[in-house]
C-alpha cells in the first residue's frame, strides 16, 4: 500500500484527506480513495450520500462568501401550492427571472416543506442581486430572511469565520423523496473547490487524529477524524479577523 495526501481549498475552509492506494498505482497525482467493498445495498447507498453531501459543502463554502445573501420565500394563501411539480414551475420561473435581471447572477434553490405547517417553501443563497430585488421580484408571498451569510460562525465556540457547513448541511438535508429530482437548482457559474495533486506520504510519517498535518499558511486546524470509509480527513479554516465590537452609544436624554 501507498499512503497519499491530498488537500482541497474551498472559500474558507481546506480540507485535507490522507488515504491508501495500491502499490501499483500508476498516476498518484490523481488517485481518489478506494471505495470500500460494500455487504449491502445500504451501505453502498450510504456512501454515495456521503460523497454527494461533501461534494456539495465544499462546492457551497467555495460559491458563498459574507457578500452573499440567504432568503427564505414563501408562499401566501392566494399563491400557495401543494404539490413539488407546481412548486418546481414557480421556482424556474422566478429562477429565469432572476437571470433576466441579474445576468452574472450567481443562485441556489432549494425546496421543502416547513414541519409544523407542512407548507412547501423556498430557501435560496445568492451573490449578485440586491436584497430589494430579490423580495420585489417574487410575488409569490412573503420573503421573511434577506440577510447577508455570516462573517463568523461558532462550531462548539470555535470562531470559524466564513466556514459554512452548518448551513449547507441544513440546506441538503431539505430535500425529500417526495421533491424528487435533484437537491437543488444553481445556476452554472458557481465556483468548484480547488484541488491539489495528490502527494505521497513518507515512510515514516504517521498521521492520526492526534497527529494532523501542519495547516496550510493562515490556517488553524478545527477537525480531524477517521471516515467511516476508513481514511483519515482534516479541517481547517482561515484564522478569521476578531469580530468588531459594537460601539456603546450614549442613551441620555440632553
Known amino acids: 500500500m501507498r499512503r497519499l495526501k491530498r488537500r482541497i481549498f474551498a472559500g474558507a475552509i481546506c480540507e485535507q484527506i490522507v488515504y491508501n492506494v495500491g502499490d501499483n498505482t500508476k498516476n498518484i497525482k490523481t488517485a481518489e480513495p478506494r471505495p470500500p467493498r460494500f455487504k449491502t445495498e445500504e451501505e453502498r447507498r450510504k456512501h454515495k450520500e456521503y460523497i454527494s453531501r461533501r461534494n456539495h459543502n465544499l462546492r457551497f463554502n467555495a460559491t458563498f462568501s459574507p457578500a452573499s445573501i440567504y432568503s427564505t420565500l414563501t408562499f401566501d394563501n392566494e399563491h400557495e401550492v401543494h404539490t413539488f411539480e407546481e412548486a418546481k414551475k414557480i421556482r424556474d420561473a422566478y429562477f429565469r ?6 445576468q452574472e447572477a450567481v ?5 421543502g416543506r416547513g414541519k409544523s405547517t407542512s407548507r412547501i417553501h423556498f430557501h435560496m443563497v445568492s451573490d449578485g442581486i440586491p436584497a430589494e430585488e430579490i423580495r420585489a421580484l417574487w410575488g409569490y408571498g412573503s420573503v421573511i430572511d434577506t440577510k447577508n ?11 470559524h469565520g466564513a466556514d459554512y457547513t452548518a448551513l449547507a448541511n441544513y440546506l441538503y ?8 429530482g435533484h437537491r437543488w437548482k444553481a445556476t452554472r ?6 484541488v491539489e495533486d495528490a502527494t505521497e506520504v513518507a515512510d515514516r510519517t504517521v498521521y492520526t487524529p492526534e497527529k494532523p498535518p501542519k495547516p496550510p499558511k493562515g490556517y488553524q486546524l478545527v477537525d480531524a477524524m477517521i471516515t467511516p470509509y476508513g481514511y483519515l480527513r482534516f479541517r481547517y479554516v482561515v484564522v478569521p479577523d476578531k469580530p468588531k465590537r459594537r460601539k456603546k452609544t450614549d442613551r441620555r436624554i440632553s
Request: proline share 6%; glycine share 6%; aromatic share 16%.
Open 107 to 111: 443562485i441556489w434553490i432549494y425546496m
Open 149 to 159: 451569510l455570516r462573517a463568523h460562525n461558532y462550531y462548539d465556540g470555535v470562531d
Open 189 to 194: 457559474n458557481s465556483r468548484k473547490p480547488e
Open 173 to 180: 438535508d431539505h430535500w425529500t423523496p417526495e421533491i424528487g
Open 97 to 102: 427571472r432572476l437571470r433576466r435581471h441579474y
